[in-house]
Nanobody
Framework: QVQLAESGGGLVQAGGSLSLSCAASGRTFSSYGMGWFRQAPGKERTFVAGITTNGGITFYVDSVRGRFTISRDNAKNTVYLQMNSLKPEDTAVYYC?????????????????WGKGTLVTVSS
């Protein structure tokens, strides 16, 4: 069992930055790929960024590449998402999840554990 808890969401103006954290419980964190996902109002939850178990490879969807950075600290059981140059269309609830497979660099499968999410609102 892995329990995940996101933090760091909030209200920011367009062009601003936010840093999200996802703290994991359990001793097996380092054995999981991790991903960040988001769900905008009225839309489906979608993959945003992912990172392999040792942090050696990262994945991003095109809409955030170059603006968002995913990282992890296995000693702290935490995965991060640094979000820069935020746009109103980035407004969503952001979730972290364990990921079994990354596909094509823009999709993920096998998300067995999810956090409850943190709201990011970007005003124009």
């Amino acid at each position: 069992q892995v329990q995940l808890a996101e933090s760091g969401g909030g209200l920011v103006q367009a062009g601003g930055s936010l840093s999200l954290s996802c703290a994991a419980s359990g001793r097996t964190f380092s054995s999981y790929g991790m991903g960040w996902f988001r769900q905008a109002p009225g839309k489906e939850r979608t993959f945003v960024a992912g990172i392999t178990t040792n942090g050696g490879i990262t994945f991003y969807v095109d809409s955030v590449r170059g603006r968002f950075t995913i990282s992890r600290d296995n000693a702290k059981n935490t995965v991060y998402l640094q979000m820069n140059s935020l746009k109103p269309e980035d407004t969503a609830v952001y979730y972290c999840a364990t990921v079994r497979y990354f596909i094509g660099g823009s999709k993920a499968e096998g998300m067995n554990y999810w956090g409850k999410g943190t709201l990011v609102t970007v005003s124009s």
